[in-house]
């Protein structure tokens, strides 16, 4: 159409290499199976958000980071003084997913699933490697003024356990505590020798 200026504007379909089609405010464009037309893909953005899919649906999508069979692959996250601030990559060498912070490694998880923290030498099925520092390794605290927190080491059918309490109550097999054997038969049980720096008192039961 003509305007007072002058200016002649045509659908930009009409000019040979301009591509035909149309789209939704803040979709991200995607081509068409026919290559020729552009449409909206499944991405949208809003400000400097990216988002995948529509809310509410129940739809299922992923990201494919396609690769060799070495490297690492993921996402890193940057900002204005680090390109590499932190990251979720998989290393495809060893088939292990990594987590970390300040551009350095502080957790991964193997091919056969052991986690490991603060180190990359599994020793168990989780590993907490603190390093040389002067810092509690590992703490289970409880936000309940009611209940302590609790660890227990169960065998698959849950029968036999080891139970740690806070509290000052350990509990290992059945409430019975054994030092030098695993299957104690009182309620302190000790093979070996006992050395005492300072007292045993002996109390009555009544």
């Given at each position: ?47 400097t ?36 601030s932190?990251f ?117 039961a009544?």
């Amino acid at each position: 159409s003509s305007t007072a200026t002058g200016i002649n504007w045509i659908d930009g379909s009409a000019i040979p290499g301009v591509p035909a089609g149309s789209g939704t405010l803040n979709k991200v464009p995607l081509w068409t199976p026919d290559g020729d037309t552009l449409g909206d893909s499944i991405l949208s953005q809003n400000g400097t958000s990216i988002y995948q899919g529509v809310a509410g649906t129940s739809a299922s999508g992923y990201y494919y980071f396609n690769t060799t069979t070495t490297g690492d692959s993921g996402l890193l996250f940057a900002d204005n003084t680090s390109t590499n601030s932190g990251f979720l990559t998989y290393n495809h060498d060893v088939d292990a997913m990594k987590f970390g912070t300040s551009n350095t490694e502080r957790m991964r998880i193997d091919s056969t699933g052991q986690l490991m923290v603060g180190t990359t030498t599994p020793r168990g099925f989780t590993t907490i490697e603190q390093g040389n520092v002067n810092t509690v390794g590992l703490v289970v605290n409880s936000t309940s003024a009611t209940y302590s927190p609790k660890l227990y080491l169960r065998d698959q059918g849950g029968a036999g356990f080891s139970e740690i309490q806070a509290n000052n109550d350990l509990y290992i097999n059945a409430a019975n505590v054994g030092i030098g054997t695993d299957n104690p038969g009182t309620k302190l049980d000790v093979q070996g020798t006992i050395r005492v720096n300072n007292e045993i008192q002996f109390v009555d039961a009544n």
